[in-house]
Nanobody, 121 residues
Framework: QVQLVESGGGLVQAGGSLRLSCVAS????????MGWYRQAPGKQRDLVAT???????DYANSVKGRFTISRDNAKNTVYLQMNNLKPEDTAVYYC???????????????WGQGTQVTVSS
C-alpha cells in the first residue's frame, strides 16, 4: 500500500554534507510517523531521526546538532539534511513509515530499499 523510494546518497569527504529524500507513493489517505534508520556493515539497523505529521522531531544522540529531518506532507516526502558528516556515519540509510491509513484500514511498518552513504576520512 505504501512504496518508499530514497535518493540522495553518495560518497562525501568528512565534514561534508548530503541531503537524503524519500518519497512515499501508493494507495493511502495519510501517513503517520516518518523516519530514517541506518545500518552499517555487520551492525544492527539503528534509528537516526523521526518526524511526526505535525513536525515533532526526534534524533539519535550521535546525530544531534548535525542532522535535520523535515517533511513535506503535501508531497508525502521526508528529508534528512546531514551536515558535518563523519566516517562513522557510513551506512545504508533506510526510510520508514510506521503507519498509513488506507481504504483497507491502518497498515504498518513500510521500508524503502535503502541508499548508501559513504564518508571518507
Amino acid at each position: 500500500q505504501v512504496q518508499l523510494v530514497e535518493s540522495g546518497g553518495g560518497l562525501v569527504q568528512a565534514g561534508g554534507s548530503l541531503r537524503l529524500s524519500c518519497v512515499a507513493s501508493g494507495r493511502f489517505y495519510s501517513i503517520g510517523l516518518m523516519g530514517w534508520y541506518r545500518q552499517a556493515p555487520g551492525k544492527q539497523r539503528d534509528l537516526v531521526a523521526t518526524i511526526t505529521g505535525g513536525g515533532s522531531e526526534d534524533y539519535a544522540n550521535s546525530v544531534k546538532g548535525r542532522f535535520t529531518i523535515s517533511r513535506d506532507n503535501a508531497k508525502n516526502t521526508v528529508y534528512l539534511q546531514m551536515n558535518n558528516l563523519k566516517p562513522e556515519d557510513t551506512a545504508v540509510y533506510y526510510c520508514n513509515v510506521d503507519r498509513a491509513t488506507t481504504q483497507w484500514g491502518p497498515k504498518y511498518d513500510f521500508w524503502g530499499q535503502g541508499t548508501q552513504v559513504t564518508v571518507s576520512s
